[in-house]
């Protein structure tokens, strides 16, 4: 997979990209990324990006003209056939799509996708409408430009790669991964989709507890189920661990989890016990 990063700022990246999952990834061939400097096409001596907006108002706008010359530059299929070649440009905006971990599934398919770093009080719209295929947004909240999104974009797609991460299993595992991906994964293994069990899909719930060495830190002990040996046991705790530190943080996840009758029952648990506190 190439990622490629356009941006005003090409040295923010050299840290996010030189280490961990990504540095190893890239070092593996897995994925290539190229940071592209928005300056280098301009044409005039002050390198300009960035205008006033046409009928006033605060800040400035980058232009049209060097974003898309320069991904025109990096040689992509034509706009419309780019679903097909398995590429996508993404501009990176506050008002873009909000960023989850099935879009970044769905990234993570691609052969080539090129994310365009927004800044100042905006891009011209025409980037939006006739340049990039989406725009992202990775929260409900305004940053100063989209650097830090593409790192977190980056990040979030490199190590769903396969190979990119050690044990594959554990990118499966994790929050915010929907039941329904573990499960058509495993189908596609010969094997029949389960329940979760002691090493789980979240099954779009947050991540039960960890617990390492020492058992018994500074008097604040590792809950017993987790060192008797019961896996049955150990998977129910689990999946109720993450029931309630869902219904504690994220709650609004439970409107899509993926949740059985067993889980409702536990759910209704939980709140009866709140509720008596």
């Known amino acids: 997979m190439q990622i490629d990063i356009i941006t005003i700022f090409p040295d923010f990246f050299r840290g996010p990209l030189d280490y961990g999952i990504i540095r190893r990834a890239r070092e593996a061939g897995l994925v290539k990324i190229e940071i592209h400097d928005l300056r280098g096409v301009t044409r ?3 390198r300009t990006v960035d205008d006033r907006p046409f009928g006033g108002g605060e800040g400035m706008v980058l ?3 060097p974003l898309f010359e320069c991904v025109e530059a990096a040689k992509l299929a034509p706009r419309e056939e780019r679903a ?3 590429q996508s440009v993404v501009l990176l905006s506050a008002q873009g799509r909000r960023f ?4 970044a599934s769905e990234l993570a398919g691609l052969d080539r996708l090129v994310l365009i770093c927004g800044r100042y009080e905006g891009v011209d719209e025409r980037v939006g409408t006739h340049l990039a295929d989406r725009e992202v947004s990775i929260g409900d909240y305004v940053l100063s430009g989209g650097e830090l999104g593409a790192a977190v974009i980056a990040d979030t797609v490199t190590r769903l790669i396969p190979g990119a991460v050690g044990n594959e299993a ?3 595992q994790e929050s915010f991964c929907a039941g329904s991906e573990m499960g058509k994964d495993l189908a596609d293994k010969g094997a029949r989709p389960t329940l979760p069990d002691s090493t789980c899909a979240s ?9 390492t060495r020492p058992a018994d830190f500074r008097g604040m002990k590792v809950p017993e189920v987790l060192v008797n040996g019961n896996h049955e046991q150990i998977k129910r705790w689990r999946r109720r661990s993450a029931l309630e530190k869902t219904l504690r943080n994220r709650p609004d996840l439970l ?3 993926e949740l059985n009758e067993e889980d409702r029952k536990l759910i209704a648990e939980i709140q009866a016990m709140s509720n008596e506190l």
């Not at 989850?100 to 879009?103: I, K, P, V, Y």
């Not at 099954?203 to 617990?211: E, M, Q, S, T, V």
């Open 203 to 211: 099954g779009g719930l947050l991540d039960y507890p960890h617990y």
């Open 44 to 46: 005039d001596r002050h």
């Open 84 to 86: 097909a070649a398995k």
């Open 63 to 65: 232009k049209p003209e």
């Open 100 to 103: 989850d971990q099935r879009l």
């Open 170 to 172: 554990s990118t499966r």
């Open 255 to 257: 409107n899509h989890a």
